[in-house]
């Protein structure tokens, strides 16, 4: 059985602990605290400061490791240290929060320059009124055409596999089973 590291990114309030906690297979280590700066939040009563932790069994030959990172800005030294050793990542995007564009490209950007491993977009909140579809999401990010944008819905259990399933079918021919 071959574990795999994945890196759960994206800006803050986009879905990141909720689609770890969606499909782990494992009691989801989190640290999540109250936010303590007003404003920082608004409806949000916790944020991430360190991590999420999940895991979940892919196929017979693949468990993921999922590692989830903060959101706020005040904690992106967390994003050198998760990195380390990583397979691959998802950028979770909440499709409907234009004004977290911005942050969702600086993110990328950030960790697609690190090392060069398989990434998905994942573009969450897709049940909620006014979310760009993916196809609108990858240009409003302008992210090439080789960039996968896929639908989201972190709440939702099959979902969260269909992006995850994506991204494992980016495993390099010698990782892969069959």
């Given at each position: ?14 879905g ?31 944020t ?20 989830g ?61 006014g ?48």
């Amino acid at each position: 059985m071959q574990r795999l590291k994945i890196v759960v990114t994206g800006p803050f309030g986009a879905g990141k602990t909720q689609f770890i906690n969606t499909i782990s297979e494992i009691g989801v280590v989190t640290t999540e605290r109250r936010i303590s700066r007003s404003g920082e939040g608004g409806a949000k009563e916790l944020t991430t400061v360190a991590m999420d932790f999940g895991q979940i069994t892919i196929d017979e030959d693949h468990v993921l490791d999922l590692f989830g990172t903060p959101g706020q800005k005040r904690f992106d030294f967390m994003f050198s240290i998760l990195s380390q050793g990583m397979w691959g990542f998802v950028v979770v995007v909440d499709s409907s929060d234009r004004g977290s564009y911005p942050q969702a490209q600086e993110i990328l950007e950030f960790f697609d320059g690190l090392t060069p491993v398989p990434y998905v977009v994942a573009a969450n909140k897709q049940d909620v009124r006014g979310a760009l579809p993916p196809y609108q999401l990858g240009k409003a990010l302008h992210l090439g055409p080789e960039v996968r944008v896929l639908p989201c819905v972190a709440s939702d259990r099959s979902s969260v596999r269909k992006v995850l399933l994506d991204l494992v079918s980016s495993l390099p021919r010698g990782t892969r089973s069959g």
